[in-house]
């Protein structure tokens, strides 16, 4: 069928492609239950470490990215696509701008994930947090994005209709930043095909890294959904947005105040003071338009509240905008610093995160699925009676999740912080604060297969639907509409100047990227520009070939998914790790391995608090040394040989990106690093390992773990010695 | 150069300087959307969510 043809008179006939939306509403189905299904096994992981299978492909550290990222780039994003493309064709009254391009984006786009879920279990990984995937993958995605970029903006260009709808503004927002951000925080120089190290080091990767790890909350999770929820809402609800003058206030606040609110993930670390603080406060400020944008969902339902209770489109969506309203009070209330400093690295982020993935996102994407389906395929849904019980299923679910977090997190925050009468931590040992919680895993778990269990009972729902409509309608033809053309459009007199502004979609994507980099320059920019932030200690030296190799195993391993790397500056992180962490103690590190939770001990400072065999028995059997430890066997460490020929490409990417090697360390990097992981080995014979353990993989780490915070432990010791 | 005036810089400014800018955006974007006479406007904005277009030739049959 032809795409637009002009019929005699005012009007001009198109039909949508509904067909790449029905693609993309398979692709959320099928990706939704792989995320979910992910991440219930690595709910059960740490409930029970031997659900880690013993193998080195299905550990936590590996799985949790993989979860990570199947949630939000595999299932979100197809939901995304998938309501982006029915809804702007809807609005702009006129077909997607190119077939091709959108076949290119969803085909594309798969490939992406099936690459994902590839290389995140085999070890190869940036060890960015929410920005996992290596070098060629980052390439493909910038490319993808800019194909679905174009398909978006050449629909807007060809539309019928004048102005451009509130969730279309959204739309734009999104895409925008989204390219922004990920161009910005992938640049990276690679040491090969599926290895590289960022631009940036330290406290300007976290920056970096948390600005868009933030973002992406904000710019995948967020204004995409809330576009859906402008679009969706009044037509499930049949009636107008409740106030069109409080989405213009809402979007315009939301898209200038996200981008700030990036450091509230950096609280209490060694990025300076001024930038914790500008993090803090819009964080707190976004409480406002956040709610804004919730209470102009909700009262969009006005009248209608009775259909809430009998229409699972209605039903899904009006709790998704009370669990959105839900986590963005509990976002700012995170931010503030003395409420971070319990809940940072405990489960509460946890169980806020998924908060708003499940209560928002999931509950938003079903109900526009429930919808969806029945006007895509011309049916009815198969099942009312099931779709309730998804909607139970999984609101019992989310509460068991978020409730159990609420507990985990709260109790292993206070007991990491509880100091007695005597200036002593009341539990040294961090385990203690582990054993504690491991309950709560188990009620995590249980409410995360409840999840799970709601989302088969949709797609069992939606698939049977489908396959009745296929049975009952014959004719799969698109429908053909009418409009007059955008040069038919009269000029309004009177118009407001936002309503023009509307007319003209490019200036109007201007602005919205003009809004959105602000924050990004004020916050970010000093970081990159000045030295001041990247101050170099003397006594920090770069880390040697060996320790380099051992780097990028712990990055491999995914270590930084349970393990931090930045003590607070606060009593109770002194007596338990050490002194505070400083900016330039991270300042050779491409990329900073800070982490985000402690399920195990923070490891900034743990250099030569054990000893060599310490740390092998440790890798092979946590629970040797540490009984009850929930951390995995990581036994292939003693079989997997250490690559040392690559080790000097490695020192020549870093002396690259600035890392001060000289040329003789360069040249020397095969040899200097075989001699340190002889002397390990030659340690750890005197306990029975055998000399063969020198070329595995076990070495490197352990030259690497007794690096951490060492250099500054010397430097202590050796002013204390001095002042002796 | 550049390096050293950012390095000189008073970053604490800075905060201030974000706090100020977003007061602007919000008060000016506040006081634009209560423009005189866009109630009008923003009703028929509001309603173009529920339109998809006239449909002329409908293929299938709802079930």
Known sequence: MSTDSTNTGHLEEFSYNDRITKWFVGATMLWGCVALLLGVIIAFQLAYWKFNLGLEWTTFGRLRPLHTNAAIFAFIGNAIFAGIYYSTERLCKTRMFSDTLGWLHFWGWQLIIVAAAISLPLGLTTGKEYAELEWPIDISIAVIWVIFAINFFGTLVKRREKHIYVALWFYIATILTVAVLHIVNSISLPVSLMKSYPIYAGVQDALVQWWYGHNAVAFFLTTPFLGLMYYFIPKAAKRPVYSYRLSIIHFWSLVFIYIWAGPHHLLYSSVPDWVQTVGMTFSIILWMPSWGGMINGLLTLRGVWDKVRTEPVLKFMATAVTFYGMATFEGPLLSIKSVNYL??????????????????NYMMTAGMLYFLVPKLWKT?????????????????????????????????????????????????????????????????????????????????????????????????????????????????????????LEGLPMLFSVLTLLAVLVGGIVEIAPSLLSDKFVEKAPHIKPYTGLELAGRDIYIKEGCYVCHSQQVRPTPSEK??????????????????????????????????????????????????????SIMPNYGWLTKNKTNFKVIQKKLKVMKALGVPYTDEQIANAFNDAQMQAEKITKGLTEHGVPMKMQSKEIIPLIAYLQRLGMDSANAKKAIEEGQE | MKKEVIASMDMSILPTIGLLLFLAVFIGVFLWSFRKGSDLTYDE?????????NIVSKKGELQ
């Not at chain 1, 940072?344 to 209560?359: L, N, S």
């Not at chain 1, 391995?593 to 440790?618: C, E, T």
């Open chain 1, 380 to 500: 009815h849904l198969f099942s009312k009676k099931l779709a309730n019980l998804q909607f139970w299923t999984a609101t019992i679910g989310l509460v068991l999740y978020m409730m159990s977090m609420w507990a985990a997190g709260i109790t292993q925050g206070l007991m990491w912080r509880a100091v007695d009468a005597s200036g002593r931590l009341v539990y040294p040992n961090f385990i203690e604060t582990v054993v504690k919680i491991v309950p709560m895993y188990w009620v995590r778990a249980f409410g995360g297969v409840l999840v799970l269990l709601g989302f088969f009972i949709m797609v069992y729902n939606l698939v049977k639907t489908i396959q009745f409509a296929n049975k009952n309608n014959k004719d799969q033809a698109e429908d053909v509409y009418a409009a007059p053309p955008l040069s038919a459009a009269k000029e309004e007199h009177g118009a407001s100047a936002h309503r023009k």
């Open chain 1, 343 to 360: 809940g940072h690295f405990t489960d509460w982020i946890v169980g806020h995160v998924h908060a708003g993935t499940i209560g928002w």
């Open chain 1, 575 to 628: 007596l338990r790790y050490g002194d505070p962490s400083t900016a330039a103690e991270s300042v050779y590190d491409h990329p900073f391995q800070w982490g985000s939770r402690r399920i195990g001990p923070d490891l900034a400072r743990v250099g030569g608090k054990y000893n060599d065999m310490w740390h092998f028995r440790h890798m092979i059997n946590p629970r040797d040394v540490t009984p009850k």
């Open chain 2, 45 to 53: 904005a509001g309603k173009a969510a529920l339109e998809d277009g």
